[in-house]
């Protein structure tokens, strides 16, 4: 079944670039440590989901470029193109002129009405290529103004337009300092709105990829092309075909649709982090051997402990012994010891996957009470490697993972509000006091229910 | 892509917009190696053939500027025509005079605005119709004059009333306290009255802070010392057409070459592409936290490259200091011992997210921001340096330090009003009344009030707002 990738804005178009890159390195791989038969397989199956093949048998990415400023749409077709390996599709983008000017206001309320019809006829057309549908994977900014304000516009209209279909953000939640200083205002009006569209949104934090650059892949003078590339390889991870089943040999026909079920089982919680181990500089990793139980063991530790990657956790957190409430349940803004998890996705990739023992995360301890283990947590395995790892493990999580950093926006942005800074530039294009308050109200409810589980 | 125009008024304005054009030749002659006519070149000047039809592609015949070029004296846009940018304009684009406004704010914005407004929404309307998308026009001017100042304005009115949807930047240059003209606080208030207004942005400029940059530069070059020679087209002063050359280089195209740069640098990220963009709507949009606080004080580092490869270059974080330094600003102002409202770096070149991080981090502890816009930072990365450069930096800040340079300027006008001295010659214009003068100082005042009511916040603890209350 197809995914529909939709990259929208610098943001979007910059990192969607990347993952098709990185897919398609990953497919010509020859280090999939497994046989050349499954290898074409797994081709086959990346394929079916992401690509199209057409005439040149250069693969084409089953990709829209959505922009509404020209240099960024350009700047990506172009690379694509060189790269001879993949490319997108001749009449797969749209963009206009004048940008959003980092206003959500203007990227919803102006760009979204304006071009609706342009933008749904694109989709549409691109959507009637395939026989099944699986859904869409949509890569938006919350800073800015075009990947936010339409971005939440597009959302809304494509769950009108396709009820059937499963439609994930992939939304990029911006440095805490330093991109666009009404980026709190942005990632507001984003959350709340895509919140009553979205099936789920998965969550890069570019602070965290930042450190991971640092710290993990030990690169000196980080550009926005290794955050994204980091964003890519943790993407691919997710994305890249994996067997159905324990017993299968069959590759998922709809990973969108599996993960959407696997890991939102309530409407009221949406929101997902990703943890990706291991993580190094590709020259270290010819060096480098793997165990999968000391691979699991600190990925299960970076969960519970709520650690953004692999290096400095806290080993001191334990899991609340079971049958007693969690004895860390305060607010948010008092560091959270213990991550309670809703669901968990574990998706694990490589040599002698079958023999790693994921026990540990089958603990109920880990999970909300309402929930059995057997419902909350699923796991993926599939023998052929990724991206160079010989072992590779991905973790998709429905937790409080993101709570702190969605408090931090919201406290942030509620205090702009309160001195209602920059409000004229919202008003000036149809967003009012009443639609900020009301965005408030929906990301403080959904604050209270992460942190109440 | 969009489009900006540049109208520039009065000698001041023409001589800063002449610099302007001469720069954006050169820099894009630097980058666009095979003369095709690409989106960046588009933003700022037309493709025409010989006849003078526009071409919207392809490689570039003749470029002509997106420009309006408006004095009521003949001589100085005379000397751009005889000069190496004659064939940049053309007779369609200029409007003048050859009586002056006598450095009266009236004459040039009541007798002259009422006189050409057809001409000059014309003029406006033909360079408009040339773009398939304006999004900014750039005002510049002076506040002392008569025609910059009043005529100036008096444009600024109509760009809103005739092009509402496109941004108003304005690039002011305001009278020192020595200026040789008598009334340029007269001029200057009743232009501000205007620029409070009608204006998305104001970038002042005052020409003691041009002139000591000069002088530093022209110390670093004459000290000596070895190692210290500079690269010439590096220099941010420097200026190789544009007016005629005189044998007498005036101090003035040095410091109107650094307005120039200012407007470069400011629109590179539009032009030219980079990982991290901000088009000039975006300016606005961070910057401007409250309708009538618009006014951004900027600095450009570094001013000069050295020439010898064998000196290690000035580090990169160097450049971030600098452009919070007294020195480096373009108006007599120090940022540093005032409130940030707001601050926006637009870095060019060789310079990554993390070295601005870094360079954020480390800085910020220095500096005093609005307790509502603690991260007040907008970034933005162009991958193309200026020419002579590896990498630049242009800082613009929203900053209480604009207040003594607005209240020098009130009381110098208090000091003349208070005798009615030369208030005649404004009086005698038609339609200018005493009412023009007590509103545009009370407009002034009001504007230094809301900068005081910041200020008086400056230090005190920051107070989290009570968040809503959620009942589950």
Known sequence: MSVVTVQLGQCGNQIGYEVFDTMCRDLHNTQGFCSKRENEIYQASCKEHFFNEDK???????????????????QTLLKAAHSGRWKYGQHSHFCQRQGSGNNWAYGYSVHGPKHEESIMNLIQREVEEYDSLSGFSIIMSMAGGTGSG???????????AYPNSFIMNQVIWPYGTGEVIVQNYNSVL?????????????????????????????????????????????????????????????YRRNPLGDLMTALVPHPEFKMLGLRNIPQMPENSLAYTTFAWAGLLKHLRQMLIS???MEEGIDWQVRPPLSGLPALE??????????????????????????????????????????????????????????????????????SQFLLKPLDTIVGKAWNMFASKAYVHQYTKFGIEEEDFLDSFTVLEQIVASYCNL | MAQSVVVQVGQCGNQIGCCFWDLALREHASVNKKGIYDDALKNFFRNVDTRGTGISKGRICSLKARAVLIDMEEGV????????????????????????????????????????????????????????????????????????????????????????????????????????????PYNSVLAMKELNEHADCVLPIENESLFDIVSKINQMINSGKPGTTVKQQSLVTLNEGGIKKKLDEKPFDKMNNIVANLLLNLTSSSRFEGSLNMDL???????????????????????????????????????????????????QADPKHSLYLACALLVRGNVQISDIRRNIERLKSSLHFVSWNQEGWKTSLCSVPPVGHS????????????????????????????????????????RMEDSCFTEAVSSLSSLIEKYNELDVTKGLPIHEQVRLNIVI
Not at chain 1, 57 to 66: F, G, K, M, T, Y
Not at chain 1, 150 to 160: E, H, K, M, S, V
Not at chain 2, 285 to 307: C, E, I, K, R
Request: hydrophobic share 40%.
């Open chain 1, 56 to 74: 040149s048998e250069v693969p084409v990415a089953r990709a829209l470029l959505i922009d509404m400023e020209p240099k960024v749409i350009s």
């Open chain 1, 150 to 160: 339409l971005g939440a516009f597009l959302t809304q209209n494509l769950r009108d």
């Open chain 1, 190 to 250: 984003t959350l709340s709105h895509l919140y009553r569209s979205s099936d789920a949104l998965l969550v890069h934090e570019n602070d965290v990829v930042h450190k991971i650059c640092a710290k993990l892949m030990n690169i000196k003078q980080i550009s926005f092309r290794d955050v994204n590339q980091v964003i890519a390889h943790q993407l691919g991870s997710v994305f890249q075909p994996t067997y159905s089943s324990e017993d299968s040999f069959q």
């Open chain 1, 306 to 308: 709520n650690a953004k």
């Open chain 1, 329 to 398: 349940k305060v607010s948010p803004n008092k560091e959270l010891r213990f991550n309670t998890s809703i669901a968990n996705l574990l998706i694990l990739r490589g040599k002698d996957v079958h023999s790693a023992d994921t026990g540990g995360f089958k603990d109920p301890a880990l999970y909300t009470s309402w929930l059995q283990p057997s419902d909350a947590f699923c796991e993926w395995r599939t023998h052929r490697a990724f991206n160079k790892y010989e072992k590779s493990a991905a973790l998709v999580s429905n």
């Open chain 2, 77 to 184: 846009v005379n000397e751009i025509l005889q000069g190496p940018l004659k064939d940049v304009f053309d007779s369609k684009q200029l409007i003048t005079n050859v009586s002056g406004s006598g450095n009266n704010w009236a004459v040039g914005y009541k007798v002259f605005g009422s006189q050409y407004r057809d001409q000059i929404v014309e003029k406006l309307r033909q360079t408009a119709e040339h773009c398939d998308c304006l999004q900014c026009f750039f005002l510049i001017h002076s506040m002392g004059g008569g025609t910059g100042s009043g005529l100036g304005t008096f444009i600024l009115n109509v760009l809103e009333d005739e092009f509402p949807e496109v941004y108003r930047f304005v690039t002011s240059v305001f009278p020192s306290g020595e200026d040789d003209v008598i009334t340029s």
């Open chain 2, 281 to 331: 709507n975006e300016i606005s949009m961070n910057l401007v936290p409250f309708p009538q606080l618009h006014y951004l004080v900027s600095s450009l580092t570094p001013l000069y490259t050295l020439a010898d490869v064998n000196i290690p270059p000035r580090r990169l974080d160097q450049m971030f200091s600098d452009a919070f330094s007294k020195d480096y600003q373009l108006i």
């Open chain 2, 391 to 430: 990498h630049s930096l242009l800082a613009l800040a929203n900053n209480t330090c604009v207040k003594p340079t607005f209240m020098e300027l009130k009381n110098r006008f208090l000091r003349l009003y208070k005798k009615k001295a030369h208030l005649h010659h404004y009086l005698q214009v038609d």
